[in-house]
């Protein structure tokens, strides 16, 4: 990449980024986007990512939650850094937090346990369990990209994070230190590498199929290029991101706002013919933050209200019946599988009736193939990857991991869209084609 002109950084607003810059020459490279690798946890199911933090520096392991608050890893052992910096009360980085207050700690100082400094809340999405936690920062590393390969390695010094116990990580993928939130809050991974690089607070998600091949989290705009040459952040469709005004998290204080990601499914369609649903669970009810759909890494498969999954699951059995392919008895975790005899192949999995979650139009949907709706369990048998969540959940469609493998998803903050790709299958690519070869 080329370094940028002279002539340019002199321009009089850029003069004091090249003073700054003068005295550390790496800090003058200012990237358009970063990138991370994500793996998936073969018995948990969980999608990882490594995070390099702290002086000297530590790939952390820790698990992706796209609705999480925060980035929080366990301080209680091992954490060992020079550039560690707890959070002073008061401070503008408590606001930023939206700290609960100031909190003291009673044994030797170290990161997670100092005086004058402000708490947060943490939570363990995956098991909802909660706890407070100190703020602080440390330096991060992390690579940049042009959206091809990786590229230069830059870092952000002053990087906020909440300190958690070690018995917080229980639940999680076993390696795993911590969970990387990514969700609607300004301490989240894309708002915080938003603001160090001045780009645009744009993230992108794609998850591989593959638990021995990574998928990739991209943060800032596009391109994102994936081999057979496919740019992943072209021909995406765009629907409205809504907040839940409501926290969904285990805890909270009130007034908060959720920071999951919440889209507006009006209807379901399965080969191209209309469920009958109770159209006010898929609507979020603005005083208790019930209903609606929101997305979730956290959970490994789709998760429907009771009467929404019933309609959904007979529609499906109805439809892939009427192709001839044969139901057999379930297999846990899942209540409706087939014999795979009947079922043909194509480019995007199993040939199964497809699942539309329709959007703000008819026109608007998101629909779901065979690679992103059976889950194979055995040599002849697919199940459809959804699971019944009770008769009154908290939100109605947790669209799952399962389902968002091999799609990219692009969550522009500042305009409140998500753009999705549907199945790169289509174009003959997977998520986990991201060259991660190096190129500097
Ligand atoms: C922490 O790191 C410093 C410097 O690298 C080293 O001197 C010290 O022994 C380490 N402490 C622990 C508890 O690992
Ligand atoms: C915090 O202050 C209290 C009381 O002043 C003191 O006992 C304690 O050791 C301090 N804790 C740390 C981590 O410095
Ligand atoms: C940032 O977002 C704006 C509006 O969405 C867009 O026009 C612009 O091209 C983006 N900037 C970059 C660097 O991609
Ligand atoms: C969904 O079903 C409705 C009613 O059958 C139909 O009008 C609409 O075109 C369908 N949409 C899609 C995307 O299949
Ligand atoms: C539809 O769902 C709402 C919200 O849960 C519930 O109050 C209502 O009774 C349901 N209507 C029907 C017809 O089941
Ligand atoms: C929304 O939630 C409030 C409080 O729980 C409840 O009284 C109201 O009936 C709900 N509205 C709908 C449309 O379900
Ligand atoms: C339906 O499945 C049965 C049993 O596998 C098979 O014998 C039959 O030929 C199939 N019929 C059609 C129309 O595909
Ligand atoms: C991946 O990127 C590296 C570095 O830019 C390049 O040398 C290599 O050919 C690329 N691999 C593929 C399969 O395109």
């Known amino acids: 990449m080329a370094p940028p002109s002279l002539q340019f950084l002199l321009s009089s607003s850029l003069l004091v980024l090249l003073l700054a810059s003068l005295s550390n020459a790496k800090h003058s490279f200012r990237p358009k986007a970063l990138v991370l690798p994500i793996s998936k946890d073969a018995s948990t199911l969980q999608y990882l990512t490594r995070i390099n ?25 091992g954490y060992n850094s020079s550039t560690y910096y707890p959070a002073r009360c008061h401070s503008s980085q408590c606001s930023l937090a939206n700290s609960l207050g100031c909190s003291e700690c009673y044994s030797a100082p170290k990161p997670g346990c100092n005086n004058n400094t402000c708490g947060v809340i943490i939570d363990n999405t995956v098991t909802r369990t909660a706890t407070t936690g100190q703020l602080g920062s440390d330096v991060i590393s992390i690579q940049s990209t042009d959206g091809s390969t990786p590229g230069r390695v830059v870092t952000v010094s002053k990087f906020l994070f909440a300190c958690a116990p070690t018995s917080l990580l229980e639940g999680l993928a076993s390696g795993a230190k911590g969970m990387s939130g990514l ?3 300004r301490i989240s991974l894309p708002s915080q590498f938003a603001s160090a690089f001045s780009f645009n607070k744009t993230f992108a998600i794609c998850l591989s199929s593959s638990t021995s091949s990574n998928g990739v989290l991209f943060f800032g705009s596009g391109p994102y290029k994936f081999l057979q040459n496919v740019d992943a952040s072209t021909n995406l469709i765009y629907t409205k991101l809504y907040i839940n005004p409501v926290s969904t998290a285990s805890a909270y204080s009130s007034g908060d706002a959720s920071a999951e990601y919440f889209i507006g499914v009006n209807s379901i369609n399965v080969s191209g013919n209309a469920v009958p649903l109770n159209k006010s669970l898929l609507s979020i009810n603005s005083s208790d933050g019930y209903g609606g759909t929101k997305i979730s890494t956290v959970n490994p498969y789709t998760v429907m209200e009771t009467s929404i999954y019933k309609a959904v699951t007979k529609a499906f059995i109805k439809a892939a019946v009427a192709r001839n392919i044969t139901r057999v008895g379930a297999v846990s975790p899942f209540g409706v599988c087939f014999s795979s005899q009947n079922v043909g192949s194509t480019r995007v999995g199993p040939a199964v009736p497809t699942i539309d979650l329709v959007l703000e139009s008819e026109n608007v949907y998101w629909r779901i193939f065979g690679a992103n709706s059976m889950v194979q369990v055995g040599n002849n048998v697919l199940c459809l990857g959804f699971m019944d969540g009770g008769s009154n959940p908290r939100t109605s469609i947790v669209i799952g991991g399962y389902q968002l493998e ?19 299958l289509f174009r003959q690519t997977t998520c986990a084609n991201f060259n991660f070869t190096s190129s500097a």
């Open 406 to 424: 091999d799609n990219l998803l692009q969550f522009n903050l500042a305009n409140s869209k998500l753009g999705f790709s549907s199945s790169l």
């Open 183 to 185: 969700g609607r809050t």
């Open 53 to 77: 933090q702290r002086t000297p520096l530590v790939s952390v392991t820790v698990v992706v939650d796209l609705g999480g608050q925060s980035l929080w890893v366990d301080c209680d052992q």
